[in-house]
């Protein structure tokens, strides 16, 4: 998670504007505690009235490509031609939900609260099996850091994390409850390590 703050520097020929981009969701301090907006739209908001106030942007709509006297530059941005189509006219659906919660909320709260909303539930059949199993329960188990895409490469299974922390976090893979051995490999999948049962996650690596 990126930390912000109420503004934002402009560039040479602009003026700098407090809006700022956030994936999946957003989250701010307030004295009630901490509000957690999840968005499945633009990926725009601005913390306003001196960051007592969030604001998300809806719909990003336009009728011109370039005005000849813009009020955030001293120059346009491209030839004035009608772009009537950019408008968005019509019905639009939008998805957010919000979460208002104590003074500390962790990372992780943040993005399972994310999943829960964004990651739809799929159900498939299951081929037959033999024997009895849980009816309850997990294969597959990572902890201390967030999971990103689970593949199958093969009879392998190719896992991809990250840390969203700002320190080092202890990640844990286990398989029906054993640890879980394999190689740590690039984002080409090439192996690149013998991966032990516990590794340490810095927050740029992946």
Sequence with gaps: MVERGLSAEGGLGEVGLPTFVS????????????????????YEYE????????????????GWLARREPDFRPNPAGPQIPVVGAQMLGT?????????????????????????????CLSVAARPVTGAIARHGTNLEVSGCQVSAVERDGDSLRIRVFN????????????DGLPLRGWIVNLR??????SPERSHWSPTRS
């Design 23 to 42: 994936r999946r969701f957003v989250e701010v301090p307030t004295p009630q505690g901490s509000l957690l907006v999840i968005h499945d739209g633009l």
């Design 164 to 175: 969203p922390r700002s320190e080092a976090t202890l990640t844990t893979l286990r398989w």
């Design 189 to 194: 999948g090439r192996p690149s390590a013998r």
């Design 47 to 62: 913390v306003v009235r001196n960051g007592s106030e969030l604001a998300v942007t809806l719909l990003r709509a336009t």
């Design 92 to 120: 639009q659906t939008l998805r957010y939900a919000v979460s208002l919660g104590p003074d500390q909320r962790s990372t992780t709260d943040a993005y399972a609260l994310a999943d829960q909303f964004l990651v739809p």
